[in-house]
Every structure is written in structure tokens, then in C-alpha cells.
């Protein structure tokens, strides 16, 4: 295959996501029982986790803007405290930064610096993670996200907006993600061909179809792999 770009997801690819999640839980609850007892006592984070499902399964049409869903979880807890006028602003500044405050893999940050001498790279997201806060934005020629799209993986579309913004045909871009159905299934769906970064060494779930192109333990296989094969 002869690929002359990549779209690369970002959340347990290049780093894992949930230390960071948690952190953003931990901290913002922290924060609300300084400043706000009353939410904090009603809305635990266990609790606070559940209104978020909860708001998910709600609004069906926010499926793709994870941010829009906890703005209004946090409208909704504050407001069952009968407090109307939620800090929202500074809310989500406290969450938005502790779950930015990730911890890449090892192999991820030389794979990168390796691969964008070469080959173009988007990341291809469904979070919020923001690559001007954690430091890499630098190795991406362009950022696409759920949010921004009005889809998000595996609906062929974000694909298809990512190979236009690259400006390369689908079949000559690898995608380049940790999920088997979000990120192999759905590329594969949008005609990308596909490597899944599969760091705990897992069988391909054959119900899913067909084996990506190609299953790599990290960032240095793909690394290694595209230094193999050269884009001209």
C-alpha cells in the first residue's frame, strides 16, 4: 500500500486517557467543595458521572460534543442545588486543563518526531483533547474533532473530512488508532487503509470483519514500518 498521509487518534494512542479523566474528576470536585459545598455534597463524583450518562443518553444530538455534555451537567447540578448561574466558565477551564495534563506513552513523542519529517499528519478525534495545552500541536498539519464536525468515529464522514483537509485521496491515507471499531472499522468503512496500535498484544475480535492492514504493539512499530515504506 502506498500511503501518503495519516489521521491519528489521540486518547490512548498516544496516551491514556482515563489518569487524566479521573485527575479532571478529582480536581473540579475539589473546587466545588471549596467553593461550593452544597454541589459537592450532592454531587459526588460517582454521582456527577452518572448525570453526565444520564444527559448522554438524553441528547442523542450531542453525541459528537463531549463539552456540551458537561456544561450541562454542571447546569443541571447546580441547578438541583437551586442554584441557577453556574460558574461555568471557570468550571470547565478547571476540567478542560486537568484533562489536558496527559502523560504520553514513552514511544509516542520519537514516533512522532520520526513520522512528521515524512508524512503529514492529522489527529482524528471524538474528545476535546487540545494539543496547544499539551504540547504537540507542532507535529500536526491539521486537527479534526468530533466536536467541530458534527460526527464522529466510526461514521465514515470525519474520515472523509480529514482526507479532504489533507487533500489526499482516502486509499493513500493510514489511520492510525488504539480501538478496533471506532477507529479499524470505521476507516476502514471510509476506504483508509488502517493500523491498529495494539499495546496490550490482543486478538483481533473477528466479529468485527475484517484484520486491520496492520497490528503494531506502539507508536516505534508504525514508526518503524512507515521508514520501511517510503511515501515515494
Not at 486518547?11 to 482515563?18: A, G, Q, Y
Not at 453556574?86 to 513520522?115: C, H, K, Q
Not at 499528519?121 to 487540545?130: E, F, H, K, Y
Not at 468515529?153 to 488504539?178: S, T, Y
Amino acid at each position: 500500500m502506498r500511503i501518503l498521509a495519516l489521521t491519528l487518534d489521540l486518547d490512548d494512542t498516544l496516551w491514556p486517557v482515563m489518569p487524566a479523566l479521573e485527575r479532571a474528576d478529582r480536581e473540579l470536585d475539589a473546587y466545588l467543595r471549596e467553593h461550593y459545598p452544597s454541589v459537592a455534597h450532592a454531587w459526588p463524583i460517582p454521582a456527577m458521572r452518572e448525570l453526565r450518562a444520564k444527559v448522554a443518553l438524553e441528547r442523542p444530538d450531542l453525541a459528537h460534543d463531549f463539552t456540551a455534555q458537561r456544561h450541562i451537567t454542571l447546569q443541571q447540578a447546580f441547578a438541583a442545588c437551586g442554584i441557577d448561574d453556574a460558574p461555568l466558565d471557570t468550571l470547565w477551564g478547571i476540567y478542560f486543563t486537568a484533562r489536558n495534563s496527559v502523560e504520553l506513552y514513552p514511544d509516542s513523542l520519537p514516533a512522532l518526531e520520526r513520522i512528521t519529517t515524512h508524512w503529514p499528519v492529522a489527529s482524528l478525534t471524538n474528545g476535546n483533547a487540545d494539543l496547544e495545552q499539551i504540547g504537540i500541536r507542532v507535529h500536526f498539519a491539521h486537527h479534526i474533532c468530533a466536536r467541530d464536525t458534527g460526527s464522529l468515529k466510526p461514521d465514515r464522514r470525519i474520515f472523509h473530512l480529514a482526507a479532504e483537509q489533507l487533500g489526499i485521496a482516502p486509499g493513500n491515507i493510514l489511520h492510525v488508532g488504539d480501538d478496533p471499531e471506532l477507529d479499524v472499522v470505521g476507516a476502514r468503512n471510509a476506504g483508509l487503509r488502517t493500523a491498529w496500535i495494539n499495546r496490550t498484544g490482543r486478538h483481533w475480535p473477528k466479529a468485527l470483519g475484517a484484520a486491520p492492514d496492520l497490528d503494531l504493539r506502539d507508536m516505534t512499530a508504525l514508526a518503524d514500518w512507515l521508514d520501511a515504506h517510503p511515501p515515494a
